[in-house]
C-alpha cells in the first residue's frame, strides 16, 4: 500500500469494499480494479495540500477524484495511487451578486450551485445531465457541457479563477475576479479540461449571469432523418438560439418505447426536443420553433403550454439512460461534429451498428453537434464486448473523419486514451505532456489518464 | 542588421525612414527606438514560417506585429529583432453561418470582420476602441476587450481555435472547430493574452453569434462621484445587462468642454453613457436603465429616441482622446477593478494625481470595472516625465491594493513589465518563464515584452 503522511490518515477509508467502490467511477472499461491503493477523503484544502507533498516526495501516483461520475474512466484507481477524494470541499464561500460569480469548493453538487445562484436571482450556466451529482471539480476537470450548451457553452465559459494544489503541494491561482484581465498567461483554461494530469482544483471562482426565465418546451417527430436534420438547421438560424435542442433517433426512440409508451409513435426515424427562456419572449419563441420544425418537415409537433406539459414532453428522454441500461451495459460515446455533418454521422453510426452487429441507438446535444452514441452490449458475452469496443473506436474515426473529435465533454480520461493520437498527431501529443511537465514533472498527477503511461 | 531567409528578402522594407515607422506602436514609452533591425512584411503563412525558422536557427528575436495599435508597447522593435509584419494576412476565408463561426488571416481589421459578420446577420463581440484600425491577430494576442465588454466578454470568449506558427517554423493548431471539444489541453486560451511572446497567430477560428439589434443610449449626470457609481451598482443589478456602460470623471468632462461644446455641465462630479441592444427591447431597456439612474441620483438624463440621437449622446465621448492629447502627451493605463471598489480606485487616482502633480481624468468600461486613467504631461517636460511615470506606478498599485489587475485589456507589453511580478509574484513568473520555454526554448519570441530579458 501507498504510505500517507500522518495528517490525513484519519481521512483514509479503512474499510476494504468502502475503498473497492472508490475504484471506480461511472465508465465501463475491461480493466481490473486495483488492489493497491489508498482513498483519502480529504476534509479541507490543507489535506490536499498534504497529500501533493506527500506523493511528490514518495513518487507516489495520486488520483484526483469528485463524485465519480465520469463515464471516461478519468476518476478510476489506478495500482499503487493515492485516491485523492475532494467531493467534502463542499463550501460554496461567496455569492456575489454585484460582481456576478461564486467561489466554491471542487465537492460542490452543480444543482448545488445552480440554486444557491438562483436564490440570488443569478444563474450558473453548464448542465451536466448528471448535474444532481457530479461536482464542480470535476467539472473543471472535464470541461463539461451539458444540454444548455447551444446557447451557454461549456464550462471553461463560466470559470473566471482557480486555485489549484500543485504536486509538491504549493498553492497557485490562476485568472481574475474582475471581469478582465491579462496580466501574464491564461492557465486557467489550460487547467479546465485537464483531468487532473496538473493538479487538484481546490477553490474555482465561476461566473453567474442575470437568470433566464424558466423554460418551455416543443417537440417534434420526424418520419426522415434528413427533414429532422433539417429542423436543427432552421433552428441554428433562428436570430435566438435555443436553451436546448435535443436528438432522439429511431433506434433510441425504440428503446424508450420498449421501457414504457411515452407516447413516441414506432415508426419515426427522429424525434427533436428544443426550448427558450429567453426572458419575456418563452412561449413566442417556442411557438415559433415549433413552427420551424414544422415547416422543416416534422409529421407531429408539440409545445408545452406550462412547465407541467413541459416536464411531460421531456418524460421520454429522461429515463432514456435507464432505458438503454436496461438493455445490457452501455459504452458512452460523447462525439462531437459540425453541425451540417450530423446527417453524415448518424448514418454512419447506423452502417456501424450493422457492421458491428451492435445496437447503438443515437441522441445527444444536437443543436451543439455533441452526440451520445450509446453502445448496447451484452457484458457476459465476450464476443459482444468485443465488437462493443470495436464499434467504439470506429465511432470516434466516423467522427473525426467528418471534422469533429472524440470527445465534447466527457473528456478523454482512460477509456479514450488510445485515441488520442489519432486526433492531435504525435509532434501535438509529445507537447501536451512537455507542457504538463511543467506542473508535474514527476508524472504523478492521475497518470494512465488522457496520456498513456511512459514506458 | 540580422540576416534574412532568401524567401522574405523581398518582402523586407528598404527604406530606413519607412523601417522606422515599424519600430514604434501607439504607447508612450521612455526607450528610444532601435537602430539595428528589419522588417519584413509577411505575405502569407510561408513568409512567417521562414522568418520563424531562420530566426529560431540564428537565435534572431522576432516582434510580431500588426496595426501597431499597442497601447503597452507589445508591438515595438528591440534591438537586433526582425520585426514580423503580419497585416497582409488579411484574408476573411470563411464565414460560416451554420457552424457560427469566421476563419480569418491575423491581419484582418476588427471593424471588417464586424462588418462580414453583420452581412451574414451575424456578430462579432470584441470591439476595442481601435476596432477600425486594430487586427485580429493583435485582438488574439492582448485578449482585447473593449466598449461592449459588460455584456459581450473578452476576444477569448469568442475564439475557437488557432494556427500558430512557432520558434523554428512549426505550424500548430489549438482548439476546435465543433462547439465543443476536450480532447488534450486547451492551448488556445494559453495563447490568448500571450502577448506575440509564444508564436505567431497565423489564422482564427472566431466564434459568431446572432446579431442584436441597433443600440440606442442613455446619458446620465451626476454632481456626486458616490451618486453615479451607485448607478453603475443598479445597472449591474438589472436582468438585462447593458452592451455599454462607459463612465467619463469630472476631469475627463472638463478636458472634453474645453475642447467643444458638448453640452456637459462644467461642474458634473461624473456622466455614464449606457446602451442595449437587446432584440425588440432596445427602447424599453434604455428607458428602464435612464430610470434607474434617475434613481440613484442622476440630475439629468438623456435617453436617445433614433440612431442620430444616439450618436449626438456619444459625441463627446468620441472627442475624448482627442481633447486629452491636444493637452499633452498621454500616458495609458488599463487597470481593471472590482465594481464594488470603482468609487475607491476613481478617488485614489485623483488622490494620486493630486499628490504627483499630474492631470488624470478617469475614463473608461465602468461595467465591468475596466477604467482607462489618462496620464496626461508635458513631453517636453522631464520633470513632468517623471512625474507622470511615477502616477503610472502608483494607478497600478492602487489598483492591485483594492483587488484589480494591472491590465484589463492592453497588456502588459514593455509598459507594464516592471509591473507585472507584482500581481503574479516570484513563483508564478517564474512557472510562466518555464511555459514559454515549451514553446520558445531560445526565447526569440518578442523577448523584453511581458517577462523581463534574463540577463
Redesign the interface.
Known amino acids: 500500500m501507498p504510505t500517507l503522511p500522518q495528517r490525513v490518515v484519519p481521512r483514509a477509508v479503512a474499510d476494504p469494499d468502502v475503498r473497492l467502490s472508490y475504484a471506480v467511477d461511472a465508465s465501463v472499461t475491461r480493466t481490473a480494479s486495483p488492489t493497491d491503493f489508498e482513498v483519502v477523503r480529504a476534509r479541507d484544502v490543507d489535506d490536499v495540500v498534504a497529500v501533493l507533498e506527500h506523493a511528490q516526495a514518495t513518487r507516489t501516483p495520486v488520483v484526483p477524484q469528485g463524485a465519480r461520475t465520469s463515464r471516461a474512466g478519468g476518476a478510476r484507481a489506478s495500482e499503487g495511487c493515492i485516491v485523492l477524494n475532494v467531493e467534502a470541499l463542499d463550501a460554496i464561500h461567496d455569492v456575489d ?4 460569480y461564486a467561489v466554491v469548493g471542487p465537492g460542490v453538487v452543480n444543482a448545488d450551485l445552480k440554486r444557491a445562484a438562483a436564490s440570488a ?1 443569478l444563474f450558473y450556466g453548464p448542465d451536466p445531465a448528471s448535474w444532481e451529482t457530479c461536482t464542480i471539480g470535476g467539472n473543471v476537470a ?2 463539461a ?1 451539458g444540454l444548455c ?2 446557447k451557454y457553452g ?1 464550462t ?2 463560466w470559470v473566471k479563477a482557480l486555485q489549484v494544489a500543485l504536486p509538491g503541494g ?1 498553492l ?2 490562476t485568472g ?15 487547467f ?3 483531468e487532473g494530469t496538473l493538479g487538484v482544483v481546490t477553490e474555482a471562482v465561476l461566473r453567474l ?3 433566464p426565465d424558466a423554460a418551455l418546451t416543443a417537440l417534434a417527430v420526424f418520419d426522415s432523418l434528413d427533414a429532422a436534420v433539417a429542423g436543427i ?1 432552421a433552428l ?6 435555443p436553451c436546448l435542442l435535443e436528438i432522439i433517433d429511431r433506434s433510441s426512440v425504440l428503446a424508450i418505447q420498449s421501457f414504457g409508451d411515452f407516447g413516441f409513435p414506432d415508426d419515426c426515424a427522429a424525434v427533436l426536443l428544443v426550448q427558450s427562456d429567453r ?3 418563452v412561449a413566442e419563441d417556442v411557438a415559433r420553433y415549433a413552427a420551424l420544425l414544422a415547416s422543416a418537415g416534422a409529421v407531429d409537433v408539440a409545445v408545452a403550454d406550462d412547465a407541467q406539459e413541459s416536464e411531460a414532453l421531456l418524460a421520454g428522454r429522461r429515463v432514456m439512460s435507464t432505458a438503454f441500461e436496461a438493455m445490457g451495459a452501455r459504452l458512452a460515446e460523447d462525439v ?5 455533418r450530423l446527417a453524415d454521422f448518424v448514418r454512419g453510426v447506423e452502417a456501424i451498428a450493422e457492421r458491428r452487429s451492435v445496437l447503438i441507438p443515437v441522441s445527444g446535444h444536437a443543436g ?3 452526440l451520445h452514441p450509446s453502445i448496447v452490449h451484452d457484458p457476459s458475452d465476450a464476443d459482444s464486448v468485443d465488437r462493443a469496443w470495436q464499434a467504439f473506436g470506429d465511432v470516434m474515426e466516423l467522427g473525426l473523419s467528418v ?10 480520461g482512460s477509456v ?1 486514451l488510445p485515441w ?1 493520437g489519432l ?2 498527431g504525435p ?3 509529445a ?2 505532456r ?3 511537465a ?2 508535474d514533472p514527476l508524472e504523478i498527477m492521475n497518470p494512465g489518464k ?1 496520456f498513456a503511461v511512459e514506458a
Chains 1, 2 share one sequence.
Not at 97 to 100: M, N, R, V
Request: charged share 25%; proline share 4%.
Open positions: 451578486e454585484l460582481e456576478g436571482g472535464t470541461n457541457g450548451c447551444v461549456v471553461s465559459d504549493e497557485m491561482r481574475h475576479r474582475t471581469a478582465k484581465g491579462v496580466a501574464g498567461y491564461d492557465l486557467t483554461g489550460l479546465v479540461g485537464s449571469e442575470p437568470a438547421v441554428r438560424r433562428d436570430a435566438h438560439r426572458p419575456g419572449h462531437c461534429v459540425p453541425i451540417g451543439d453537434g455533441n471534422g469533429g473529435t472524440i470527445t465534447g465533454e466527457h473528456g478523454v479514450k488520442l486526433e492531435l509532434a501535438e501529443l507537447r501536451q512537455r507542457l504538463k511543467v506542473f488522457v
